[in-house]
Nanobody, 122 residues
Framework: QVQLVESGGGLVQAGGSLRLSCAASGRTFSRYVMGWFRQAPGKEREFVASINSGGSATAYADSVRGRFTVSRDNAKYTVYLRMDSLEPEDTAVYYC???????????????WGQGTQVTVSP
């Protein structure tokens, strides 16, 4: 069982930056692939980024590649999402998730946080 708690969301102007954090409970954190997903009002939850258990491989959605960076610190049981050059289209609730498969789909992720709101003003 893994519990995930996101933080770092907020309101930012277009072009600004935010760093999201996701703190995990449990010493098994380093075994999990971690993913970031987002959901805007009226839209389905979509993949943003993922990172493998050791932190050596990452993947990004086309819409955020080059602007967002995912990283993790297994010693601190935490995964991060650095978001630069934010756009109004990035406005959504952002969720972190833990799973055992390196995937862009939601199904392989068994554990989810409660989400943190990111709002980007024009």
């Amino acid at each position: 069982q893994v519990q995930l708690v996101e933080s770092g969301g907020g309101l930012v102007q277009a072009g600004g930056s935010l760093r999201l954090s996701c703190a995990a409970s449990g010493r098994t954190f380093s075994r999990y692939v971690m993913g970031w997903f987002r959901q805007a009002p009226g839209k389905e939850r979509e993949f943003v980024a993922s990172i493998n258990s050791g932190g050596s491989a990452t993947a990004y959605a086309d819409s955020v590649r080059g602007r967002f960076t995912v990283s993790r610190d297994n010693a601190k049981y935490t995964v991060y999402l650095r978001m630069d050059s934010l756009e109004p289209e990035d406005t959504a609730v952002y969720y972190c998730a833990a799973g055992t498969s390196y995937s862009r789909l939601t199904a392989p992720y068994a554990y989810w946080g409660q989400g943190t709101q990111v709002t980007v003003s024009p």
